[in-house]
């Protein structure tokens, strides 16, 4: 028989499930390690590094999902009440405890001609 090692890595998976039904609309890998043997007591774990970038991912994809969720509050021009269109995309900063990101939200538009 020939050489039966396995190697084998760690996948954090970050998944979005349907409340009622549990089942998964979306799945993104966030993070893939390589599992090796340490060297040293040093190569435990993940370095700090490691760890801020992984929370950085993390608050990402949480960030995502509640930005779509953010409503402006309005559905008709503050200034000419007439209905607004959506616009496209803006992105916004966010400074977590850890992180920096950069938030998607919508933008709206004025429908009126001469308003904009
Ligand atoms: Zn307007």
Redesign the pocket.
């Known amino acids: 028989m020939g050489n039966s090692i396995i190697d084998y890595e760690l996948r954090l998976v970050v998944e979005k499930v349907a409340v009622d039904s549990q089942s998964v609309v979306k799945r993104d890998t966030i993070k893939v390690y390589d599992v090796t043997a340490p060297e040293s007591i040093l190569d435990l774990g993940l370095q700090h590094e490691e760890q801020i970038s992984l929370i950085g991912k993390v608050q990402n994809a949480v960030i995502a999902e509640q930005a779509k969720l953010i409503d402006p509050g309005y559905s008709?021009?503050?200034?000419?009440?007439?209905k607004?269109k959506k616009n496209g995309h803006t992105k916004s900063n966010f400074h977590a405890v850890l992180s920096d990101h950069k938030t998607p939200i919508q933008k709206h538009q004025?429908?009126?001609p001469?308003?904009?």
């Open positions: 008709v021009c503050p200034k000419c009440e007439h607004l004025c429908t009126h001469d308003c904009n």
